[in-house]
């Protein structure tokens, strides 16, 4: 028996999820389907230039596990992009990530009070 798909982590769902070659009817057109993680997996690798591993510990997924979808979604764009077939971009075992803004601590709070105090009107802040 197969051993269960593990969720991957992505911050969210993609804005277009669709693409297609321009002048041709999307009934008269194949579809190649990318995983949501797939797609994150390109973005972060391939558009923000990210090494193999800092891609693999962002998506809390192994290199080998990352190499294997990166293969996967470039054979897939590669079959779409020479084919003239659309992209769909769904589906997927993925878990979205909610990030949080962190609160400053009290303590921190207090600081930056007192720097503001201390400062005199006009007085650049440093850095």
């Not at 084919?83 to 600081?111: Q, V």
Request: a positive charge; one cysteine or more; charged letters at 30%.
């Amino acid at each position: 028996m197969a051993r269960p798909k593990k969720n991957r982590w992505v911050c969210c769902e993609p804005e277009a999820t669709f693409f297609k070659p321009r002048g041709i009817p999307l009934v008269e057109l194949e579809e190649v389907c990318l995983t949501v993680e797939e797609f994150k997996a390109v973005r972060l690798k391939d558009l923000e230039g990210l090494g193999q591993e800092p891609t693999a510990v962002k998506m809390r997924i192994s290199q080998p596990t990352l190499h294997r979808m990166l293969l996967s979604a470039h054979r897939k764009t590669a079959d779409a992009l020479v084919n003239g077939k659309a992209i769909r971009i769904e589906g997927g075992s993925y878990i979205i990530k909610k990030t949080r803004a962190r609160k400053p601590s009290p303590a921190r709070l207090a600081s930056i009070r007192a720097e503001d105090l201390a400062r005199k009107p006009g007085e650049r802040v440093p850095g």
